[in-house]
């Protein structure tokens, strides 16, 4: 972001223009409750997303060393001075791509962690965490230890939020609208309460009244409440 200063608070990511010159890297961490974002004046700002353990493949530090809480300046010297020559020229997705090229690195050690994301995101064969990491050739505290490395959270809650991720996809994409007892079945909850139950803690809403308030921006890839 270029011109700005940003305000962290209570689940809450203010970024205000300041008319300065100064160019921004925000990264976002791990959040375990839905995060308002405030925007006040005009700002330029562009957003790169990545998929899950992306982020990795762009940076020699792990993520959770990169972003240990919900929200948090980016302070790293070659992504600054890329940041510094961004917003100087016409087309800012050309030299996006050029610099991540250059940037692109293989970390053997992701491998074995993308390999068991294929078994986390299964909803119809819930292995055991302890049988995923012999699956992919770890013992269970080296599996744990190095998914919370590189993706911010514990096997458990990926799979908890891919699920969650995956039922709005469900949901949101289908031609046919869907009931709560059809997602249910499809995305391997329990049953019908837990799904409502877990909709309540992520978003704050129950699934009905979370539906009526979202739009979809990119797709499916972005799902916003908008006030």
Known sequence: MKGVSVQRKNWTLQVLENGSANIHIEILGKYTNPVLLEYKGQLRE?????????????????????????????????????GESLFTGDDDISQIEAFLLTQ?????????????????????????????????????????????????????????????????????????????????????????????KEFRKITNHNPKDFFKSTSKVDGDKIIWEIK
């Open 104 to 196: 692109f690195w293989d970390n053997q050690e992701l491998s074995s962690i993308e390999n068991s994301l294929s078994f986390l995101e299964n909803s119809n064969e819930q292995m055991s965490i302890s049988d995923i990491a012999n699956k992919i050739g770890l013992n269970l505290k080296t599996f744990q230890r190095h998914f919370q490395k590189h993706m911010g959270c514990s096997p458990v809650e990926y799979r908890r939020i891919y699920r969650f991720r995956s039922s709005l996809t469900n949901k949101l994409n289908n031609t046919q609208l869907k009931n709560l007892t059809e997602i249910t079945y499809e995305e391997g909850y329990y049953d019908q309460s837990y799904l409502i």
């Open 46 to 82: 562009i957003s790169v997303i990545f998929k899950p353990l992306g982020m990795n493949r762009f940076f020699k530090d792990n993520y959770l060393s990169l972003a240990p809480e919900f929200s948090q300046e980016l302070v790293n010297d070659v992504w600054g001075q890329f």
